[in-house]
């Protein structure tokens, strides 16, 4: 079954859940798939390969070897000197699941955190056969705590599969010698002094062309650094001893930069975090945000869209008339939803829009409703963000002045004319400044 015809299978009620992680079942997903030839790796004779402290199986099936480190029941890597043989075959089944969805696209939208609504995640990453990525945005996910923003590996690899069916990605190896036994391995990953990095090699025909591109990428995590203050717990550091998860995160990681670095999906939001890391992540600078939205704009200023090819089969076909049906109603929500967004955050005058489309690096003229799905998501995101930080400030005023019972917050909400049961994140942030001016007259910042 070709990625496309497969990522467009429906799996509602098939799906089922562990440990909060929701998962397609290894003989569901072959049985949809077809039952596509496929084989367990060996590793000179070993079903599995140890390094890191832990170990990792591999699959293999249309051309491409997917790896996963060996877990337990709770999805955490298994110490090396505790690992069974139960283990290693329970991961070779969930490597083959994860491997169906690689290279048949049964079961994708599970790892691109849209569940078992498989047309959602068609829609959101924006993308159909023969279209160029280089003028697509990819919808983006935001970094815990910052206002990073990244794409999902699932994401960045269904797009590329998408419009170039043969695209194929490798892990590089590389012999490593024991530290203890001086006895040399090929290993996925390269030693540099006391770090390591992964290197993927992506190939894929575009055009007339054939690419061929290798990426490397450091292991990386958190990590104590030594700083001017003494050390520090800082984050996308080299790690001195990483785990068989950490490098399974940095080879997704790496898969992710090099389908952007070779088609242009999502490029754009590496130069915002190239421009961060330049500039010190001080957000909010005017420099910061400028430069960012200029280097969107040209890393997506390029014709947008193409006919898909006209070889496509029929059930390919229905695929894409569903899903451009349910991302078109999709999309139309999220623009109600933006519009409202703005209306409830008080900043809906003609002097808040050209605030706004500057922000997005858009004409002053343009329609907030004709605004891309990402752009309507960073909307959604930002007030969000706003309407709990004065929420926030609201609840600190009420428990400061000792009316934090539940009473006194229904009396509040009943004073700003809102559901005495809403959350106080919900209310529009007019009345919540309001509140905050009754509950202190000093200015509000």
Partial sequence: MKFFEGLSVPIKGLVATVEGKNYLPWPTGLALAGRPRHKMVSFTGSPWLKFFGGGVVAVESDGQLVYLPIMDAKFRAIPADLITARDVNDSQKRALAKTLAMCHGIGMSLYGGHGEDVEAFFGSLNVQPGCNLAAVMPPVEEKPGSNSEYVEWAVAYSAARIVHPDFRFEVLCSEVPDADTGVVQRLPYT?????????????????????????????????????KAGEKKLDHQALLSPTVTDWNRSIMRCLTRAIAETTGYGLAVYAQEDLEALHGNVEGSAYTRTAKRESAKAATRVQQGAQAPEN??????????????????????????????????????????????????????????????????????????????????????LKETGKDKPADRQKLMQWLGEDPSADLATVPIPKLEKALKALDPTPVH
Avoid at 214 to 220: D, R, T
Avoid at 349 to 373: F, Q, R, V
Wanted: proline content about 2%.
């Fill in 191 to 227: 030693r540099i002094n006391n770090t390591y990095s992964v290197a993927v090699q992506v190939t894929y025909t575009d055009g007339a062309h054939q690419v061929e591109h290798v990426e490397w990428l450091p292991i990386m995590g958190v990590q104590m650094t030594k700083v």
């Fill in 312 to 397: 496509r089969t029929a059930r390919g076909s229905d695929a894409v008339e569903r899903t451009n049906s349910a991302a078109s109603q999709s999309a139309g929500n999220l623009a109600r939803e933006a519009i409202e967004a703005i209306r409830r955050a008080g900043r809906d005058t003609e002097a808040d829009n050209l605030k706004l489309m500057a922000w997005l690096g858009e004409p002053a003229d343009k329609d907030i409703a004709s605004l891309s799905e990402v752009q309507h998501q960073r909307i959604l995101r930002v007030v969000a963000k706003q309407a709990e930080e004065v929420a926030q400030k609201v609840l600190a005023k």
